[in-house]
C-alpha cells in the first residue's frame, strides 16, 4: 500500500470515440457525483480519432477542469487509456467509458480506497441473469481461456473502469508494449486490489464502438501478450505423433513377433513410420524455434523485470 497524500489529486481519464451525443451527459452526471468531494479534479477526455462532432462537444463543456487530448486517428479504447494515464499527473487516477455505462456515483467510493492505501480499485461487471447473449458468450469463453492458458489472472466481467494509485500509473507507465491489454496489465502489477462489483447502467445514446473486430482485436492481444502457449503447441504435437510412432512400431512388431506378416498390408508400415517420425521431429524442431521465439517475444516486450512497491530507509538505523 502506498502513501496518499492527506488531500490527493485526481484525474478522470475518459477515452471517447464517436460520442458527440453523449459527452455533455456524461459529462454533467460525473460532475454531480463529485460535487461535493473536497478533491482537486482534472479531465482528460481523450478524443480517439473519432470523425463526429465529438471534439467539438468536449470543447464546448463549459468547465475549466477539462483536458481535452485529440489522437491524430482511431487507435483503440487501450491506447485512448495509455495515452490519457501517460498524461495525466494527479494521485490518483480513475478511468471510465464515457458512454454513461460506468456509474459516476462509484467515484466517491473509489476514492476513499485508494485513500486507505488500495493502489487499484477495480470494478467488475455483474450482469443480470438475462437472456444470454452472443457478447455475454463470447466474453465468458474469453475468460475461461485466458485463464487456463496464461500465468496471469484476468478477472472475468472485469472493465476498464477503475481507480490507480499514482504508483501503479507509475507502474503501468513502466510497461511500454505495443498490444496492450490494461485489464491483464492491472493484474500482472500486482500490488494492493479491491474489486467492487457494479451492475452496467444502459448506453446514454448511440452504439457499442466495440465492433466484433475489435473484440477480436483486444481477445488476440491479450491472449498473446499474457501466454505463450500457442508458442508450445508444436511442441506438443511432435511429441505426440512420436508417440504415435512408437504405438505403430509396437503395432507392427506384434505383428512379426506372433508371425502375422503377411497380414500387414505392403509397405504400410514403413510409410507409416517414416510420415509419424518425420513428422514428429519436424514439429519439435518447430516447438523449439517456438519456445525461442517466445523469449525473444518476452524480451523485445521491454516489460520491467521487477516493480517496487516499497523502498525505505531505515531510519533508526547505522548512519
Ligand atoms: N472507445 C474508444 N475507441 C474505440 C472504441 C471505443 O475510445 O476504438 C471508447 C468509447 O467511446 C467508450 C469506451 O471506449 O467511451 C467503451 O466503448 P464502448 O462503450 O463502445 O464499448 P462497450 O461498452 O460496448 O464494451
Ligand atoms: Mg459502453
Request: with cysteine; net charge neutral.
Amino acid at each position: 500500500m502506498s502513501p496518499v497524500p492527506h488531500k490527493p489529486s485526481i484525474d478522470l481519464v475518459i477515452p471517447v470515440y464517436n460520442e458527440a451525443g453523449v459527452v455533455e451527459q456524461t459529462h454533467a452526471r460525473i460532475c454531480v457525483a463529485i460535487e461535493s468531494l473536497p478533491y482537486d479534479f482534472r479531465f482528460y477526455y481523450v478524443d480517439d480519432g473519432s470523425t463526429d462532432n465529438t471534439v467539438a462537444s468536449l470543447e464546448s463543456l463549459d468547465d475549466p477542469r477539462v483536458k481535452i487530448l485529440a489522437l491524430s486517428r482511431n487507435f483503440g479504447h487501450q491506447a485512448a487509456l495509455t495515452a490519457g494515464m501517460d498524461a495525466s499527473q494527479g494521485d490518483i487516477v480513475i478511468t471510465m467509458d464515457g458512454d454513461g455505462q460506468h456509474p459516476p456515483e462509484m467515484i466517491p467510493g473509489m476514492i476513499d480506497l485508494v485513500t486507505q492505501g488500495y493502489d487499484v480499485v477495480q470494478t467488475q461487471r455483474v450482469e443480470e441473469a438475462g437472456p444470454a447473449s452472443f457478447k455475454k458468450w463470447t466474453s465468458g469463453l474469453f475468460y475461461r481461456l485466458i485463464n487456463a492458458i496464461s500465468g496471469t489472472r484476468v478477472l472475468p466481467g472485469a472493465a476498464d473502469f477503475r481507480a490507480l494509485s499514482r504508483q501503479a500509473v507509475d507502474a503501468l507507465k513502466a510497461m511500454p508494449e505495443y498490444h496492450r491489454f490494461l485489464r491483464g496489465m492491472v493484474s500482472w502489477i500486482g500490488f494492493s486490489i479491491i474489486i467492487l462489483p457494479y451492475k452496467p447502467a444502459e448506453r446514454i445514446s448511440g452504439i457499442s464502438k466495440y465492433s466484433f473486430s475489435k473484440m477480436f482485436r483486444l481477445a488476440m492481444d491479450a491472449i498473446f501478450s499474457f501466454s505463450l502457449m500457442p508458442l508450445y503447441i508444436g511442441l506438443s504435437m511432435g511429441g505426440l505423433l512420436l508417440c504415435l510412432a512408437l504405438a505403430e512400431m509396437v503395432y507392427v512388431l506384434s505383428f512379426w513377433v506372433t508371425g502375422r506378416t503377411s497380414n500387414l498390408a505392403p509397405g504400410w508400415s514403413s510409410l507409416m513410420f517414416v510420415i509419424l517420425i518425420v513428422g514428429g521431429i519436424l514439429m519439435v524442431l518447430l516447438g523449439f524455434i517456438g519456445v525461442y521465439v517466445g523469449y525473444i517475444f518476452q524480451e523485445v516486450k521491454r516489460r520491467p523485470v521487477y516493480l517496487i512497491k516499497k523502498a525505505e530507509e531505515n531510519k533508526h538505523g547505522r548512519t
